[in-house]
């Protein structure tokens, strides 16, 4: 003979299936903001609002501005360059940086190699070199709370 559950059993059991997925909602909807707090403290207005709570005088913050890739031909009779470069503007998050309480003190500018290619050349003397790097800003707020 089959074993029928009752109403009050299958109730029971919705209920708690009801249960377990509202506190597997609960669980991912903690982990997604745990995750959305993690990566705003890795950024750079997190990080300058972490150095704020600190009472730090300064802050720095690196931000990649450029970049240029650029390769040579050694079929080219000339021994030419070609590639690309691209920028990219920081304006929001210095802006974010300032509104957390910091003015921007200085700034600097370093171009980072990160690779090199050279060919002969094949009609006349040397080589032909293709440098490719990163153009990277190094900015230094002070804190406007500290004297």
Not at 15 to 23: D, G, L, V
Not at 67 to 93: C, K, M, W
């Amino acid at each position: 003979m089959a074993f029928r559950k009752s109403a009050e059993d299958k109730a029971a059991e919705a209920a708690e299936q009801q249960a377990r997925e509202r506190e597997a909602a609960e669980a991912a909807a903690a982990a997604a903001e745990a995750r959305q707090q993690a990566a705003f403290l890795a950024s750079p207005i997190g990080q300058a609002t972490t150095a704020k709570e600190q009472r730090q005088g300064f802050f720095e913050v690196q931000l990649t501005v450029g970049s240029s890739q650029r390769s040579t031909s050694v079929f080219d009779a000339a021994g030419s360059t070609s590639g690309t470069s691209s920028a990219v503007s920081h304006a929001g998050t210095l802006a974010g940086i300032e509104a957390v309480g910091w003015r921007l003190e200085h700034v600097g500018y370093v171009f980072m190699i990160t690779g090199e290619s050279s060919h002969d050349r094949v009609f006349g003397a040397g080589e032909n070199i293709a440098v490719n790097g990163q153009t990277v800003g190094i900015y230094l707020f002070r804190n406007t709370d500290v004297t």
